[in-house]
């Protein structure tokens, strides 16, 4: 672990992120916050208010909808006005902060949603933390674990040089606004900055010169 990494600044891509419930983990790295997603999650649950029904590690606010037939594996947060729909998966640690919506047969593994952020239908998102108002068109991929590698540890790259993080799954830091069209891939390890639009079809691969 290369401790210049210490200078990402999830405050710069999620302008909100020090006044959220994820603030007492500020000094963390993205990816430590989702390698520890379920206890995280936990924790956040215990310090909920009263307009959150829990039960079993689920945590549901009062004016959330959850369609019949969406899977909801504890521990699990879904914040005020959020939507999930059927077909839905949500494990390992999901924290949906408010107006989010998890559409039919998309997937959230250990990840972290802000406000307004939505996956349309038959997305993935693994091991991500995603900003507010952030739109996944239809079938967009955010990949968390590098098979095509002999070695799986994830690498960031970051003012144009690369880091190892010492860990094998990690999806992407994604800022405030962006914008992910319909079948796009984004490859383990991206940092997205605030408003970026990635095109249908396109791959973000931001370690695509390495080899593996």
Same mark, same amino acid.
């Given at each position: ?35 520890t997603a379920s206890k995280i999650v936990m924790e956040i649950i215990q310090g ?87 739109? @996944? ?65 396109? @791959? ?9």
């Open positions: 672990m290369n401790d210049e990494l210490a200078r990402i600044n999830i405050s710069r891509y999620i302008a909100n992120f020090n006044c959220s419930e994820l603030f007492p983990w500020d000094g963390n790295r993205p990816w430590n916050i989702t390698f909920l208010p009263s307009e959150y029904d829990v039960s079993d590690g689920i945590a549901l606010h009062q004016s959330a909808i959850i369609e019949d037939g969406s899977i909801l594996k504890a521990p699990v947060v879904i914040g005020p006005r959020c939507y999930v729909a059927a077909g839905a998966y949500l494990r390992g640690g999901g924290w949906l902060q408010g107006d989010c919506i998890i559409g039919p047969g998309s997937e959230l593994k250990s990840s972290f949603m802000f406000s307004g952020s939505k996956l349309a239908h038959l997305n993935f998102v693994g091991d991500s933390i995603i900003g507010e108002r952030v739109n @996944l068109e239809a079938g967009s991929i955010i990949a968390n674990y590098r098979n095509e590698w002999s070695n799986h540890d994830i690498k960031i790259r970051d003012d144009g040089r690369l880091f190892c993080i010492g860990i094998d799954k990690f999806g992407a830091l994604v800022g405030d606004g962006a914008r992910i069209g319909a079948n796009s891939v984004i490859a383990p390890g991206a940092l997205i900055e605030p408003d970026t639009v990635v095109g249908r079809l396109t @791959l973000i691969d931001q370690c695509s010169a390495l080899s593996a």
